[in-house]
C-alpha cells in the first residue's frame, strides 16, 4: 500500500553509495543512489532498498507514531 | 519484517510446467484504523506522512472522499491540477520499473540518476501550481506558473526521451501496429527497444495470458453498494459479481490503436503489457500539456472551470480520477486511477469525525489468491527452472505489486523425492 517507511541512518559506505538505516529494530541496508547529502543520523524515507528523500526529524517521528498506533510497529 | 508489508508468491512446478500457484500478503490492513475518530482535515494532514510512492494518488483520494462526506461541491480547475500531479507521480512509478528492474533483465546498467532526476520534479510541480504547494487540502488555493510548468514538463518530456526512448519518443508516439513497431524495433538500442526484442527472440510475447479481464467502470453508488454488502471482505480481497478482475495500467490503455491490436494477437501477455506501459509513459507529458492548456484557458476566461472535463477526452478521462458525487449520509467514496490501477478510499463520517474508514488499493485486486497474477503464473510453462523463473519475474514486475514480494518456485518432484 506504498507506505512510507522513515529510517534513521545508523552507518555510511561511501565506496558503494550504501547506508545501513534504523526502522524501529529493524537494520536494513539501502542505496543512497537516489538521494544527495545524505548523512548519519538523518531521516529518510526507504522503498524497496532505495532511500527515495530526505525528511526531517519530526515529521519521521509522526510518522513512527502513526504506525504504532495502526499496531504495525510491534512486528519491527 | 517493516511494516510495509510484503507479497509471497509460491510457484510449485513439474519440469518447468507450473502446478500450483500460492499468493500470501502480509500487507497492512489496518493502516486505515489510524484514520479512526479523526476529523477530515486531520485525515489529509496524516495521508501524507503514510503513502509514499503513490502519494498523490492517496492523498487525492482521501481528499475527495473527505469532500464528498462532507457534501462539498467538485472544483474542476483545482482539480485538473491535482490530476496533473497524478499523472506526474504514474510517470515516476514507471520509470521507476522501466529504470531500474528492466535493465536487469536485459543485461545493461541501471540508470540511477534518471530515476533521482524524475524524483525531483513532484515537488517543482507542486510549487508552481498550488499556493505553498499544498495541493491536497479542503482550502488549497491554485498560485499557477504556467511557464514553469511548461518548461517542467518539457525537461521531463526529454529525460524519458533520453532515458527509455533513446531520442525515438517520437517515433515511438505515431506507432500503431504490430508492423510499425517491428520496425520501430530494428537496429534500435533504446532501452525500451532492448526489452521488448528480448520478449520477441524468446518468443515471450503471450506469456502469462489467460481470462482474467478487466475491471469494468462503475459509477459511485454502484460500487457502494457492493461494498456495503461486505466492506471487510472486499477491503481484503476483492471481487465483482463474484469474480476477480485486473485493474492496472492496461485498464487504461486498452483502447489505444497500437495495444488494442497486439492484445487482439497476444491476450494480455506479457509484450502487451510492456508494451502498455512504454504507451502510457509517452503519452503522459502530452496529457500534462493538454491539462495545463486548459487550465491557462480557464485563466484567460476562454473556457469556464466546469467546462474542464468536458473538453477531455475519452483517452484522457480514463486516465483521471472519477469525480464522486457528494453526498449528504457523511459516506464519501473516491476512485483514482493511481499508477498500479483503480485506488478506492471509503469514509463514513459521524458528528464531524471519522468513524469507518476503507481503502482498497489496487494490489489487492491484482494479487488477489485467484487473481490476475496468479492466473497467469498458473498458465506459465518453461524449458529450465531458469527460465520459468525470469517468465514470472517478468509477469509479476509487469503487473507491479507496490510493496516487496518474494517469489519461491518449488520443483514438485524434488518435492516427493
Known sequence: MCLALPAQIVALDPANNMATASVGNVKVEVSLALVDDVALGDYVLVHVGYALNKIDEDEALKTLALFAEAGLMSEV | ?417
Open chain 2, 1 to 417: 519484517m517493516t511494516p510495509a508489508g510484503s507479497i509471497r508468491i509460491d510457484l510449485h512446478h513439474h519440469s518447468g510446467k507450473v502446478t500450483e500457484v500460492n499468493i500470501a500478503s502480509s500487507r497492512p490492513e489496518a493502516i486505515a484504523q489510524v484514520f479512526i475518530g479523526k476529523t477530515p482535515e486531520q485525515v489529509l494532514d496524516t495521508v501524507p506522512l503514510l503513502f509514499t510512492l503513490c502519494g498523490n494518488a492517496q492523498a487525492y483520494a482521501a481528499l475527495q472522499a473527505c469532500r464528498a462526506a462532507l457534501g462539498g461541491t467538485t472544483e474542476p480547475e483545482i482539480d485538473s491540477a491535482r490530476d496533473m500531479l497524478v499523472q506526474l507521480e504514474t510517470l515516476r512509478e514507471h520509470a521507476w520499473r522501466i529504470l531500474l528492474d528492466w535493465p536487469g533483465f536485459v543485461n545493461l546498467v541501471q540508470d540511477k540518476k534518471a530515476l533521482a532526476a524524475l524524483l525531483k520534479f513532484d515537488a517543482l510541480f507542486k510549487r508552481h501550481l498550488f499556493r505553498h504547494g499544498e495541493a491536497f487540502k479542503l482550502d488549497s488555493c491554485l498560485d499557477i506558473d504556467a511557464a514553469q510548468i511548461a518548461k517542467l514538463i518539457d525537461e521531463l518530456e526529454t529525460l524519458i526521451d533520453v532515458s527509455i526512448f533513446n531520442g525515438r519518443l517520437g517515433d515511438f508516439q505515431s506507432l500503431t501496429g504490430e508492423a510499425q513497431l517491428q520496425d520501430w524495433l530494428q537496429e534500435n538500442n533504446a532501452l525500451a527497444a532492448k526489452l521488448l526484442n528480448y520478449l520477441y527472440s524468446l518468443n515471450w510475447t503471450a506469456v502469462g495470458q489467460n481470462n482474467i479481464a478487466c475491471l469494468p467502470d462503475f459509477d459511485g453508488d454502484t460500487l457502494d453498494r457492493q461494498l456495503q454488502q461486505d466492506l471487510a471482505r472486499f477491503s481484503r480481497a476483492p471481487h465483482w459479481q463474484g469474480r476477480c478482475f485486473e485493474t492496472t495500467l492496461l485498464n487504461r490503455q486498452l483502447s489505444q490503436p497500437l495495444i488494442a491490436k497486439m492484445h487482439s494477437r497476444y491476450g494480455n501477455g506479457l509484450i502487451v503489457r510492456m508494451l502498455a506501459r512504454l504507451v502510457e509513459v509517452a503519452l503522459i507529458p502530452f496529457q500534462l500539456k493538454h491539462l495545463l492548456s486548459l487550465q491557462t484557458a480557464v485563466e484567460h476566461y476562454e473556457i469556464s472551470p466546469p467546462l474542464i472535463r468536458q473538453s477531455l477526452d475519452e483517452r484522457d478521462l480514463e486516465m483521471l480520477a472519477k469525480s464522486p458525487s457528494s453526498s449528504n449520509d457523511g459516506i464519501g467514496l473516491a476512485q483514482i486511477q493511481a499508477a498500479r490501477g483503480l485506488l478506492i478510499h471509503r469514509l463514513e463520517l459521524r458528528q464531524g469525525h471519522v468513524y469507518d474508514y476503507r481503502l482498497i488499493a489496487p494490489t489487492e485486486w491484482n494479487f488477489h489468491p485467484e487473481g490476475v497474477v496468479a492466473q497467469s503464473l498458473k498458465q506459465l510453462q518453461a524449458q529450465s527452472p531458469n527460465d520459468l523463473q525470469r517468465q514470472a519475474e517478468l509477469l509479476i514486475n509487469a503487473v507491479d505489486p507496490c510493496v516487496q514480494y518474494a517469489l519461491h518456485l518449488t520443483d514438485s518432484q524434488n518435492e516427493i523425492k
